[in-house]
């Protein structure tokens, strides 16, 4: 496995303004490597964080509430880590109270602040509202990767999810650029962006989109803001997300 090419993109995402690192998320091939593999990425994006000051969140979910434990315990001292990503079990499709409960055990047992993952087109199975608000009143349950698209759950975690959960912090993460400007065009507010995405983020407004991605044809070639789009789209991980993962 070329770990030095690992090092090196880290790195170039941060210069590109990425605030941290996401290892071995759900969207890359972190199911084809084997455990030492996985570790060897784990241990080489902690060295990148650690030397530029930069926060570390590594995947830990799977299916399994035992293996997920095992997982997030083997966490345990890396360098820089800030948060574990736990996603919804997948495949078994587990009921809203049982998804509740696999975040609750995995969050008494991890040694790091937890981010939920909620991505129901992967997983087979959504969590509600309200089952995130149940979640998070654990003090260990910290945030949510929140991927479902624009739905009705997602609007009210991001228009009330300070009234309603405190410090719980939203990260988006989406298949479709589209529908990030559609959830900032209906009142959404978040704090970060895990995703490549992060890019479109307007600095002098976190949470809110640049400017000039304002245009409804802003996907279609030759507009403005799809030119300001290409332009933006260096790699990175996740946005300017402050919270409280420092």
């Not at 071995?24 to 990425?41: F, I, M, N, P």
């Not at 149940?134 to 990767?145: D, F, L, R, Y």
């Not at 739905?151 to 989406?174: I, K, N, W």
């Amino acid at each position: 496995m070329p770990i030095d090419v690992i090092e090196r993109l880290g790195h170039e995402y941060l210069d590109a303004g990425a605030v941290g690192i996401v290892a071995l998320g759900t969207t890359g091939e972190s199911t084809a490597l084997d455990a030492g593999e996985q570790r060897a990425v784990i241990d080489a994006c902690a060295r990148v964080c650690a030397a530029r000051d930069a926060q570390l969140i590594v995947g830990a979910g799977t299916n399994s509430t035992a293996k997920t434990i095992a997982a997030v315990e083997a966490l345990a001292g890396t360098p820089a880590l800030t948060a574990t990503l736990i996603v919804v079990p997948y495949y078994v499709r587990p009921s809203e109270a049982g998804i509740v409960a696999h975040f609750r055990a995995v969050a008494d047992a991890s040694p790091v602040p937890l981010v939920l993952y909620n991505v129901a087109f992967r997983t087979g199975r959504h969590l509600s509202a309200a089952g995130v608000i149940e979640a998070a009143q654990h003090p260990n349950i910290v945030g949510i990767k929140q991927a479902t698209g624009l739905e009705q759950d997602t609007l009210e975690l991001l228009r009330d999810g300070e009234r309603t959960v405190g410090d719980l912090q939203s990260a988006l993460g989406l298949d479709s650029v589209a529908r990030l400007n559609e959830l900032i065009r209906n009142g959404g507010l978040f704090d970060g962006v895990i995703d490549f995405y992060a890019a479109l983020e307007d600095p002098a407004n976190p949470g809110q989109m640049r400017p000039e991605m304002s245009s409804g044809d802003w996907l279609h070639p030759g507009d403005a803001g799809y030119a300001a789009m290409a332009a933006a789209l260096s790699p990175a991980l996740f946005g300017p997300c402050r919270s409280r993962l420092h």
